[in-house]
């Protein structure tokens, strides 16, 4: 390998197409080959981002000797079979949100990267923005106390059901939770630093047998919870709110902050604003290549276990609509 990232891109959707644009605001890293199963929408797409190698199968692109790591940036239900195709080939892999359908293909997953000593990460861009490693400070160092409780929200409004859409088709993911409430989940996970030891939820699953919004109680303790608001047919303020002993800290479209806003008891409150570059999704980038030119497996960011325990509450909470995924469990 060389110290510049050769990045290859499975599924050439609009996540990837983001994601291939935050590649090229980086210095030493390239979007060097893309895959589709069309050789021709592999062909476009690897013109507009001036990738060498483009393939009409992913096989190819898991047996290039010079591809250094793959973004899986494919439909949910092909996370894990992807994934596994790459990690079996000797590839690094960043593998999009969310890592798997249920926590049953999460662990084959992490298995896999660990008996292959190659390198995995959940593809959370938020936890990488500016204001993210700030908030972690900012928790870490108790500014506003003991924190004792979060609130979240992250949902839009899909103005039509399209059944065939992958976020309305069971057989693709679909669903808020999968979707969006994933970025809450792992936010509360970040925050609190554990799993909940009792959920209460309650969601509304549409005509196509995938939730459309739900609201989720998490406890950890006597004195710590967190409230977590998601949807596909409701617009939602995207804000997020971390209440401690102290104080409080604010965040809008806190999925990628560019500003938040802190309050200590007995000072005004004071707002932090960050200058994000690129599009933010270079900053995830980053990280992933700094971690394997640095010869680690995982990214202390974004650890594997701490992906293995989000996805199992995401399956507890689904337990609780009496929903599972896959669909053919």
Known sequence: MTDRIRWGLIGLGSISRKFATGVGFLPDAEVYAVASRSGDKADAFGAEFGATKCYGSYEALAKDPDVDVVYIGTPH???LPNTLLCLNAGKHVLCEK???VNSAQAQEMVACARANKRFLMDAFWTRFFPGMVKLRQLLADKIIGDVMLLQVDFGFRMGQIMPDHRLFNP??????????GVYCVQLASMVFGK???????QGTLGSTGVDEFSATIFKYSDYELATIATAIRLSTPQEARIMGSK????LSEWWRPSQM???????????????NEGNGFNYEAAAVGNCIRSGLIECDVMPLD???AIMDTMDRI?????LRYPVED
């Open 195 to 201: 799993q909940p030891s009792e959920i209460l939820s």
């Open 318 to 322: 689904r337990a609780v609509w009496g």
């Open 98 to 100: 969310p890592f798997a």
């Open 171 to 180: 057989e693709l993911g679909g669903g808020a939770l999968l979707d969006v």
């Open 261 to 275: 806003t802190v309050a200590v008891s007995g000072s005004e409150p004071e707002t932090l604003s960050f200058d």
């Open 306 to 308: 701490e992906t293995l």
């Open 77 to 79: 239900t092909y996370h």
């Open 247 to 250: 104080g409080t800290i604010a």
